[in-house]
């Protein structure tokens, strides 16, 4: 089951990691955005083309008919999800969270540590509750690839410092056994 | 959370979910920086101070991270179970030590953290020129730990040495102060 | 203080502390920053009720252990420091030697005195590098270093490889700084621990690439002439 994408927020509600798979059927274009692939290519080229570019360097080829940007992508997800965590928050309480959303097309998942650090994946409608995942993600991956990493900052101004070697990799290698179960 | 379960829990992360590594080679290290820190500012030692509370901060912000991570606490209700969490689980797992909670002020917004044991301060014995034991606070990393790890889940407090062994007190004592409770931020209004 | 021996003799006069040695002025700090105290005695407070550190048995802390997380944090914090005083990988290199040499004095002195009676004085390259590869890598890392090798090319270098420096463990060096290694401070310690056994080198740190082990190390160690003369007296 295809995984589509996967994003990243701080506290600061700044977007600091995109990752992109499989283009979804609307999104389909010639356009190429800097930190975006279309399929799960080698780890070489993926940190070739990943050194040290921020995530909000302007993209000057707007996409054609209305597609949207990385960038606007990303502002959108967090919109959704930062109004949803707060309407969940009035309703049930300051405890409570919300974990997923389904639309026709897609289903997205939602994992939010107790750092304001907030973890969204878009999957596969059919695909099982990803929140466990997101987890695993944060402590075996984030924590120990991003943050204990001494030559990356610690706040991630545009994306800087997230998206290192191992951090890749490791991501790759998790969300390959997602989509083989 | 009460206190006992706080120390369970504590007690089972360090024993299963902790690597670990020999003591001493953290012990030396920090000796090594506290060394440096002293050597760069030529015994200033209110600078030196001030320093190990920055680095301490930066350590803080990642610090918080990884104790999430291993722990997989929620956030804590209120003040005092912040307390003793920090106490029973955060110097737990990271130092191997449990400080003793003391001291809460009748507003429950201060207490103290009274160490039994430092073990950043094996070994260690103040530079005799007079001015040390006044001036420096060897262990001053940690007040920057627990704030910059505070901060992260929305505390402000202030945290800082009362009396320490090294400078000849019968305690090692931390008294920390909260401040205030952050608002979380709000994106930008031009979306 | 010069040397009393003839120069050629194998007997040289035991002391770890480098400025005792004959002439050679090392890069060595001082043990101690403080001017000497005004009076004879010692103007330092001790706490009432506790002992002072000359109380505490030395091997009170021998084994214990503590989370390796916290190591990771302070030398993150080191190296950010050093980071922000130079500019550039051979420096910053330098400044993270230079932090791990002062480990290494005190670390010599005190494995030495933890072996007790069956401490044995390394005269030898190679003693003084098993000791290195065994009793000092298995006290700092809790395992023995991977490999020890004699260079073929220079008479002057040894190679001591790890294949997975517990120090670079959360470390992902970024392509623009793809010269660093970090192990540099280990680096410090090793050379410390050679000078201070009259064994005066210089020892860096070096990235392999290896299919099997991605973090692979090689710490040279070239030593200086007046070890490859005794060497070779010795043989």
């Known amino acids: 089951m295809p995984i589509y994408s996967f994003y990243i927020f701080d506290r600061h509600c700044e977007c600091i990691y995109v990752k992109q798979w499989l283009e979804r059927e609307r999104e389909r274009s010639s356009f190429r955005p800097q930190t975006a692939n279309s399929t799960i290519s080698s780890p070489a080229t993926l940190s070739e083309k990943r050194v040290s570019t921020p995530i909000d360097a302007p993209t000057n080829a707007r996409p054609p008919h209305g597609r949207l940007s990385v960038q606007d992508d990303a502002k959108l997800v967090f919109g959704v999800v930062f109004s949803l965590r707060n309407m969940v928050r009035k309703l049930s309480g300051p405890d409570d969270n919300f974990i997923s959303y389904r639309t026709s097309s897609y289903k997205l998942h939602y994992y939010e540590t107790p750092t304001n650090l907030k973890f969204v994946m878009l999957t596969d409608i059919r695909m099982d509750n990803l929140r466990v995942a997101l987890h695993q993600i944060y402590i075996n991956l984030y924590v120990e690839f991003v943050t204990k990493n001494p030559l990356s900052p610690v706040e991630h101004k545009g994306g800087e410092g997230v998206a290192c070697e191992l951090f890749e990799l490791g991501l790759e290698r998790f969300v390959q056994t997602i989509q083989d179960v | ?191 | 203080m010069s040397n009393l021996n003839a120069p050629n003799s194998p007997f040289v006069p035991f002391s770890p502390n480098p400025s005792i040695q004959s002439g050679v002025p090392t890069a060595t700090p001082p043990l101690s920053a403080s001017k000497p105290a005004q009076l004879g005695s010692s103007n330092l407070r001790y706490a009432s009720s506790r002992k002072s550190i000359y109380d505490r048995h030395l091997n009170r802390t021998q084994r214990s252990e503590l989370s390796k997380a916290s190591f990771a944090f302070l030398f993150g914090e080191m190296i950010q420091y050093a980071q922000k005083q130079v500019s550039g990988i051979q420096d910053l290199e330098k400044k993270l030697n230079i932090q791990g040499y002062a480990i290494g004095q005190r670390l010599l002195e005190l494995l030495l005195y933890r072996e007790g009676r069956s401490a044995k004085r390394e005269t030898r390259v190679l003693g003084i590098l098993q000791f290195i590869a065994q009793t000092l890598y298995r006290h700092l890392f809790g395992k023995p270093a991977d490999g020890l090798e004699k260079s073929r090319e220079h008479e002057d270098e040894y190679m001591l490889i790890d294949h997975d420096p517990v120090v670079n463990s959360h470390i992902s060096v970024p392509k623009e700084m793809s010269q660093l290694n970090c192990a540099a401070f280990v680096a410090g310690i090793i050379e410390a621990v050679l000078d201070g056994s009259l064994f005066p080198c210089r020892v860096t740190a070096h990235s392999v690439f290896s299919e099997q082990f991605p973090s692979k190390t090689v710490f040279l160690i070239k030593f200086e002439e007046s070890v490859l003369e005794r060497e070779a007296v010795l043989q």
Not at chain 2, 9 to 21: A, F
Not at chain 2, 29 to 36: K, L, N, P, R, W
Not at chain 2, 171 to 180: A, D, G, K, N
């Open chain 2, 1 to 191: 959370m009460s206190s006992t379960k706080a120390a369970r829990i504590g007690e089972e992360v360090w024993k299963t979910r902790i690597d670990k590594v020999n003591a001493e080679l953290v012990t030396l290290t920090y000796g090594s920086i506290v060394a440096q820190l002293c050597k760069d500012f030529e015994g200033d030692y209110m600078e030196v101070n001030k320093q190990l509370d920055k680095m301490g901060y930066n350590i803080g912000l990642r610090l918080i991270e990884d104790f999430l991570a291993k722990t997989n606490t929620g956030r804590c209700a209120n003040f005092r179970e912040t307390a003793e969490t920090i106490s029973k689980i955060g110097f737990k797992v990271f130092l191997n030590i449990t400080p003793t909670v003391t001291n809460w002020t009748s507003d429950n917004k201060q207490f103290s953290l009274i160490f039994d044991e430092n073990p950043l301060a094996d070994f260690v014995e103040l530079p005799d020129d007079g001015r040390a034991q006044n001036e420096l606070w060897y262990s001053n990393i940690l007040c920057g730990v627990l704030r910059g790890a505070l901060e992260m889940v929305q505390m402000q407090v202030d945290a800082h040495f009362a009396s320490d062994v090294l400078r000849g007190n019968d305690t090692t004592e931390m008294r920390v102060t909260l401040i205030r409770m952050i608002d979380d931020e709000l994106p930008p209004g031009d979306d």
